[in-house]
């Protein structure tokens, strides 16, 4: 260890750029979710909108967040508070035993997601760190989300639900990194832990001044894409068929969680030259304008035409692997039926708490793939859900989920797949809705699991 005299570092600059408002959606797009973060000068965030992380990693999760990082993430107002200017700041801070202490908030949220045929666009205009050389040995700033999944589990699931490294900085190097994680881990279909990289870009001006960060994750291209913005210039691109499908919609076609922190060692700045140090400043914050998220609705898509329908129920056993329509479920809650566009009947009015049943579904000896879900919605800006498949039991965990926000309208269709769990034999199958808001959010024409 260095003396503690050589800890006595320059004291950093922090310069503030005007605090600009969020911007307005791009065209075609239009805002889910936003926060300037506005509050009062030493007040913490607000917590319907924002959950923080507390202690050295989720329960039942990985020790040191599975990273290596060696501070201990608080919801203290010294680590992370809004400054009376319209910025979120995360400071680190060392105290006079060596132990560093810093902040990590994630989005309450978790349903920001590209519907098929759609986008979704994650940005925040932030500064990193100001600091560098010695000073920084250690720092970690980061802008990223992780897949829904991760959420009630601790993301002992990771890295196949997916991470979307948006911005990273370590030991400050003036730099980015950005990143998607997916597949297994070590190694894989995705080079974990490295996972599919853009490499270190320079980023100049980044610590001195604010810089706008986005991810744009498209499904009305093909093959989908995910697009990294640094200042709106798209410095690195990943195509879904990089990588074989079922690792890409694990990784990607579901809900995910924005999270900013700014960890202290770890794996990734060991890997360009260790830290934190004695050495290493305390104190240095990101800075944070604004965190948004921008969606798309998607276009109607050919639902498949090789899948026969199931009737309603007479007894007997369901085919898990022919189309269930919503209507002939054998009890529900919560919803209507009404005339569907493309014909028959479907299931509409469903919100946050509404359910539907079907019984004796047969998957005979597995090899499920995934499901797909015929659904439309209308649902106005920042209402959005997840569309759930639960077995045996409503209150049994999920075995499959996909989200979804409008659609361009209740009878604007689409077929949307979802992951999910395989399973063999019968069981009772119960599609559940779940949602931050009471609103209305989806329709549903039928369901259907596919090998």
């Not at 949220?109 to 925040?124: C, S």
């Not at 479907?346 to 509404?354: H, I, L, P, R």
Request: with cysteine; aromatic share 10%; glycine share 14%.
């Amino acid at each position: 260890m260095a003396t503690a005299a050589v800890a006595v570092a320059a004291t950093a600059v922090f310069t503030m750029d005007a605090n600009a408002a969020v911007p307005a959606a791009p065209s075609g797009m239009t805002t889910v979710f936003s926060d300037d973060f506005t509050g009062a000068a030493g007040t913490g965030l607000n917590r319907s909108n924002w959950l923080y992380d507390i202690g050295t990693g989720y329960p039942g999760g990985a020790a040191n967040w599975g990273t290596g990082e060696v501070e201990t993430m608080t919801d203290s107002t010294s680590n992370v508070y809004q400054d009376g200017s319209g910025n979120l700041v995360i400071k680190p801070i060392r105290d006079s035993a060596g132990r560093w202490t810093s902040g990590r908030v994630e989005t309450q949220r978790t349903d920001f997601a590209a519907p098929a045929g759609g986008k979704v666009r994650i940005e925040a205009r932030l500064q990193q760190p100001n600091v560098s050389g010695a000073a920084a040995a250690g720092y970690w700033p980061a802008f990223w989300t992780l897949g829904a999944a991760a959420r009630p589990v601790g993301a002992t699931n990771w890295p196949s639900i997916g991470e979307w490294d948006i911005m990273e900085d370590i030991n400050g190097r003036s730099s980015v990194f950005g990143a998607l994680h997916c597949g297994t881990n070590p190694g894989g279909p995705c080079n974990e832990t490295t996972g599919l990289t853009s490499g270190e870009k320079a980023c100049s001006g980044c610590q001195t001044g604010m810089h706008t960060y986005a991810l744009e994750y498209d499904r009305s291209v093909s093959p989908e894409q995910m697009r990294w913005y640094l200042d709106g210039n798209n410095y690195f691109t990943v195509n879904a068929n990089q990588v074989d499908a079922t690792t890409w919609n694990n990784a990607t076609h579901h809900g995910v969680f924005v999270i900013l922190n700014v960890a202290m060692g770890g794996g990734f700045p060991a890997a360009f030259g260790g830290g934190p140090t004695s050495a290493t400043q305390s104190g240095v914050p990101m800075i944070v304008d604004y965190v948004a998220v921008y969606q798309s609705g998607g276009g109607t898509t050919t639902p498949p035409t090789t899948s026969p329908t199931t009737p309603p129920p007479t007894g007997g056993s369901r085919d898990a692997f022919a189309r269930i329509e919503a209507e002939s479920s054998n009890a529900s809650a919560g919803v209507i039926v009404e005339t569907c566009s493309e014909g028959g009947q479907n299931v509409g009015a469903v919100a946050n708490g509404d359910w539907l049943q079907f019984n004796n579904v047969n998957f005979g000896g597995g090899g499920v793939r995934d499901f797909v879900a015929r659904v439309a919605s209308g649902a106005g800006a920042g209402i959005s859900g997840l569309v759930e498949i639960r077995l045996d039991s409503r209150s049994n965990a999920p075995i499959g989920s996909f989200a979804l926000a409008s659609t361009g309208g209740w009878q604007n269709w689409t077929s949307i797949p979802g992951n999910v769990a395989n399973v063999t034999g019968s069981h009772t199958v119960y599609v559940t809705f779940t949602s931050g808001q009471p609103n209305d959010f989806v329709n549903l024409n039928w369901i259907q699991f596919r090998k």
